[in-house]
């Protein structure tokens, strides 16, 4: 383990590696640096008789290929509650090795890490079961378009991702037996899980032709998405709109007069930032009738993806 763990650490220029051995659904436990085996030393079990790869030693750090520059800093139980505090080595290279005896505390050596940068994680699947590496921020879709094409491109979204969706049907609009209020809340808490939303006008031949239907559904879109960004602590990646009508008066109503344009993630597809407002996710437009079926899903991927990738779009 020491050979593979001194190529990695060099290899991606990762000075603190933090070894989490224990599995103890199976009964594999860690304590004192020391790896037993339902509650005996894995070196005194019949792991030490294994022809191919005998445990001769049950201590962790005797499997590491240590120079003279690196640490080593056992964390017991009582000292997992300050490992956010633990300064980590920005030039040697130290191993953290975590004792535990429960699923619980290795999920709260998990929690304590998750922030933490430049550390290398080692162990087994009992730790890896914790560790829930950072979702991207989600992107909310709004589609007020009746157009074919735009639809065939959300049911493509819909078939070829996990992004959680919301029609509104103009018939219960003019009925007015749909609940905003129930609506807002339920997409805000798909965005907080930072799981992306599509809030879209369903297929409806009355939508098409009523033009008094027609500016209500563009301003009850324009009502929920307020009422979404009302909650500060959502923080999305980006704000699709499609449609032109619906786009400027979503935008007029949350206060967004001027956007910078940055690029284009597809043909006629721009992205940009808002300009004199405090806001940090971008913007998208399309307008009803183009793209290929795929171009939502692909932008999602975009931004679901890493910021490298996002700059490179």
Request: net charge negative; hydrophobic share 35%; aromatic share 8%.
């Amino acid at each position: 383990m020491g050979v593979e763990l001194d190529a990695l650490s060099k290899g991606l220029s990762i000075n603190n590696i933090a070894i989490a051995s224990a599995f103890p659904k199976v009964g594999r436990t860690v304590k004192d640096g020391m790896i037993y085996i339902n509650d005996v030393l894995a070196s005194e079990t019949d792991f030490a008789n294994d022809p191919k790869n005998p445990i001769l030693s049950a201590e962790i750090s005797s499997y590491l290929n240590l120079t003279q520059n690196d640490a080593i800093q056992l964390f017991t139980p009582d000292k997992i509650d300050n490992i956010q505090q633990y300064p980590l080595c920005k030039k040697n290279r130290q191993y953290l090795i975590f004792d535990s005896e429960s699923d619980n505390s290795l999920e709260s050596i998990a929690k304590q890490l998750e922030n933490r940068e430049n550390i290398l994680f080692v162990g087994c699947g009992g730790f890896a079961e914790y560790l829930h590496f950072k979702r991207h921020n989600p992107v909310l879709f709004i589609s007020g378009s009746a157009n074919r094409v735009t639809h065939d491109q959300i049911n493509y979204l819909m078939q070829h991702s996990d992004i959680q969706s919301f029609s509104v049907k103009p018939e219960k609009l003019s009925q007015n037996t749909i609940n905003k209020t129930e609506l807002v809340s339920n997409i805000q808490k798909s965005l907080a899980k930072k799981q992306s939303a599509i809030l879209y006008i369903a297929k409806s031949e009355k939508y098409t032709h009523d033009i008094s239907l027609s500016n209500n559904l563009v301003g009850f879109l324009s009502d929920v998405v307020k009422g979404v960004l009302s909650d500060k602590s959502i923080e999305l990646s980006a704000l699709f709109l499609t449609g032109g009508d619906t786009a400027m008066q979503i935008l007029r109503a949350n206060g967004i007069e001027r956007i910078q344009i940055e690029n284009e993630l597809e043909p006629a597809i721009p992205y940009g930032r808002v300009i004199d407002k405090d806001i940090i996710f971008k913007i998208i437009t399309k307008s009803g009738g183009l793209g290929r079926t795929d171009c939502l899903t692909s932008i999602l991927d975009i931004f679901e993806s890493s910021e490298e990738t996002r700059k490179e779009a």
